[in-house]
Structure formats: C-alpha cells, structure tokens
C-alpha cells in the first residue's frame, strides 16, 4: 500500500482558498456600501410615496392586495466542477486527489431552479442544484483502493454526484426608489434583503481502479451535510424591465467530532422582464465547499468550488 508521508491530509487555506476568501470579503464590501450609496439619507432624496419598487412591481400582480406571490426560476448551469478529495479506502502520495486526476473536472449542462415567495418586505426561497460526472481516465500517479496499489496508466472510473438545497427566509431592510414615471413607476431602484436559512449537501463518489488482466477495486462514499446560512441580496431595477442582483450567503455547521461543513455561494444575475409574468435571465454563480467527515484513513473530504455560467426564465404566478 502507498502511504503518504509526513501529514498529507492536513488541509490549508494558503493558495486558492485565499484568493477565494478574499474574493468573497470584497463582494461583502461592495454590496454594503452600495446598499448605503444608494439610502435616503446617502442620496439626499426621499423615496417617492406613489406607486411601488421594481420588485414589488414584479412580484406581485395588479390587485394582489399584498397576497403572497411565487416566482419559478428553472435555469441550466454551465459549470465544472474542481479541487480535492480524499475518500476512506483511497491513498495517494500526496494525500488528496485532484478531481482532474480523476477526469469528472467537465463542463456540462447542470439543472437548477428556484421557488421564491414573497409579501410585502418578507420572502422565502426554496432552490437546488444537482450535478453527476462520470468519467473513465487513464491514472497520472500512482494510488492505493482498499490496499491494492495502482500505477500511473492504469484505468481509473470516477463518479460525482452532488446536490445540494437550501431554504432561506428574507427581510427587505432598505428599499430606495428614483425617477417616478408617469404610470407611477420608477425608472431605477435599490432594495437589499437579508437572508438566512439552511443548506443540505449530499456529495455521493466512486472510485474504480483496474490494472487490466490483474485486479480491479473500488471505493464509495456518501455523506450528507447540513449548515446554518446567512447572507445578503441586493437588487438594481432600471427602466422596469432591467434587474441585476447580486447574492452572496456564507454557511457553516460542526459537531466537534471531526465533522464539519463550510461554504460560500456567490451569485451574480441579469435579468430581462419584458412581461409582468414572463422574463428571462443569465448571469454566473460559483459555490465554495470545504465539507470534511472523520479524520485519518477514514476521512471523506471534498474541499473544492463548482463554477459556471447559468441560463434560464422566471414565471411569476
């Protein structure tokens, strides 16, 4: 069996990590002083008493009466996903495998949606992604599965199932409208919401090695990880019919026995509404995870980022 030396699957933050870190405090920082730029106070300019902000506009029908109203986000997400894992049963030289050694780092179409309810300054979500790679890839290094030792150009098959769903409630604590139209409209507006919920993540892997005419073993893991979430989401409206928001929540959940979760969802949206009830949108958004589960030979941890540009339509009941 090959065996790491030293502490291989000590994780560090140095590198990558840091310059994820450090990308998320800076998206705090915009989203904070935009939120201020754009108040009252900041604008020297009281919100107009007539008609209601964009997103009011669109998320409740004429009449409503304040009812609660659904919008339906479906999208696809382009996106790949990277960074490392370490499986119970599975050994490297250097205590951690690369998901590209692996071959499941591919682009593809990845389904995504979102249910999001709101009256009045309260919302709720309701949204999820799944994603599932698979991928049979010649091996860069040599490896270990369930004491079997593997060398480079052996076969290995890979298997990534990820889904990952999470419920937040929201409060609109700032709301700024400016340039009335004459159907009582606005011509631009700021709303920020803070929001706070639960993620639940289920990573699902299997690893195959085979040396072709001589032996052939295989690992699965499959770990379910919950975590307390909170963030902020913040909406510009132009012209009733543009709207960009900008997302970000931040996760976290242990329970002092070697098992924790960790992540940062960044999202940042265009949206085009030519329709109170129909509009269209794209935009990118990227997931951060570190989820770890056990410690020494039985340790499952995942310690990456799923990326990508995502498309889809929004349907307002």
Known sequence: MVRPTGNPKAGSLAGPGTRRFGAAALAVGLLVSG????SPDASGEAPDARGESLSRHYFEAPGSGGDWTVQ????????????????????????EIDLIDLGVDNTGLRPSGEFIFRRGRWMGLVGGIYIEEENDTALNQTISVNGSSYDAGDRVESRLRFASGRLLGGYRIHSFQGGPTADGGYNFTSDFDLIAGARFTHINWRVAAEDPGVSRDSVRASRLFPEAIGGVRWTLGFIEQITIDTELTIGGMTTGDDDTAFSIDIIQGLAWD?????????GYRQLLIRHTDGKGDDRFRYDGAIAGLYAGVKVRF
Do not use: C, I, M
């Open 35 to 38: 939120a201020w730029a754009f």
């Open 72 to 95: 339906f986000e479906p999208s696809l997400w382009y996106a790949v996903p990277g960074g490392k894992v370490d499986l119970p049963g599975l050994e490297t030289s250097r205590g």
């Open 274 to 282: 030519p329709h109170p009830n129909l509009g269209a949108q794209f």
